[in-house]
């Protein structure tokens, strides 16, 4: 099972297997500096900018990851700054949601305690789009690829080297959709706007 998760007085409580769980808490910091370090490379460069305190990018997105996200939650645009401003959007939702997470994450042991419908939602979407950025990265999710559906269990071909990729993306699936399941919410459709 990917995790084990249980209403307790209205907290979500999630226990997880402690090996997938020590590859989160190391991957989390990780997937946030990307995110940062792509907002670190905005700049206000025109007037409309500089009056909203609204930094863009200036440079392509080369980050396979984060290129990931952006087409998979921005619609094609043509007008580069439109791009630019929806990316902008994106990316600063994918940190904002990032730092929710990485405030609950315990520091040790395996037991996750989410207080509020905002963290649950953090969760979510940060194990959801952890998935597609590393399924695309490690070339297990995107066009061409097969799908995962497949249980992981002792059947599985371990000796694939990408085998461990694919059930790290679909860990982070199951595990999204035990927290969205039980903690009983509606959760909305990604929004960054």
Known sequence: MAVKCSIVDNTLVAEFDSTM???LRASLPRYRELVQGRLD???EYDWLCERLSLPLPVTPLDSTMLRALRDSWCDPVDDDALRGWLEADLINRLREDADVVLRTLPATGE???????????????V???????YG???????????PIDEHFDKTADWS????????AVWWMQN???VLRKVSGQPLPEYSYY
């Open 41 to 43: 490379e905005y700049r």
């Open 175 to 177: 595990v999204a959709d």
């Open 160 to 167: 694939d080297p990408l085998t461990p990729a694919r059930f």
């Open 111 to 125: 037991r996750l305690v989410l207080h509020n419908a905002e963290q649950v939602e953090a969760w979510f979407w």
């Open 127 to 133: 194990l959801v789009n952890m998935r597609i950025a």
């Open 21 to 23: 769980f020590k590859w």
């Open 136 to 146: 695309v990265e490690h070339g297990v999710l995107g066009p061409g690829c097969a």
